[in-house]
């Protein structure tokens, strides 16, 4: 079993910036990837950016590239989540996820294990 435990959520003006943090416990996998996705109040969860742990590959969603950056630290596995320039429309609860094998880097269905997720809000 894995779990993750997300932090570093809250509320904070348009333009301003936020970290998320993702602390991981529990088994490892020998190649995986850790993800980070939203959901929004009426809408489905959606994928923000993901990782491989070890090479270090990164993927974004379109909406977010050039203002957010996802990064790990191995030693503390520990994942985050650097937003910038935030905007009202990356209001959502964000959820770190984790996919242990061969599976969609950006759909949640290829993802097996999540954290109870973190509020994020900004305003207009």
């Known amino acids: 079993q894995v779990q993750l435990v997300e932090s570093g959520g809250g509320l904070v003006q348009a333009g301003g910036s936020l970290r998320l943090s993702c602390s991981a416990s529990?088994?490892?996998?020998?190649?995986?990837?850790m993800g980070w996705f939203r959901q929004a109040p009426g809408k489905e969860r959606e994928f923000v950016a993901a990782?491989?742990?070890?090479?270090?590959?990164?993927y974004y969603a379109d909406s977010v590239k050039g203002r957010f950056t996802i990064f790990r630290d191995s030693a503390k596995r520990t994942l985050y989540l650097q937003m910038n320039s935030l905007k009202p429309e990356d209001t959502a609860v964000h959820y770190c996820?984790?996919?242990?094998?061969?599976?969609?880097?950006?759909?949640?269905?290829?993802?097996?294990?999540w954290g109870q997720g973190t509020q994020v809000t900004v305003s207009s």
């Open positions: 529990g088994r490892t996998f020998s190649s995986y990837a």
């Open positions: 990782i491989m742990w070890n090479s270090g590959t990164t």
């Open positions: 996820a984790v996919r242990p094998s061969a599976g969609s880097i950006y759909s949640p269905a290829g993802y097996d294990y």
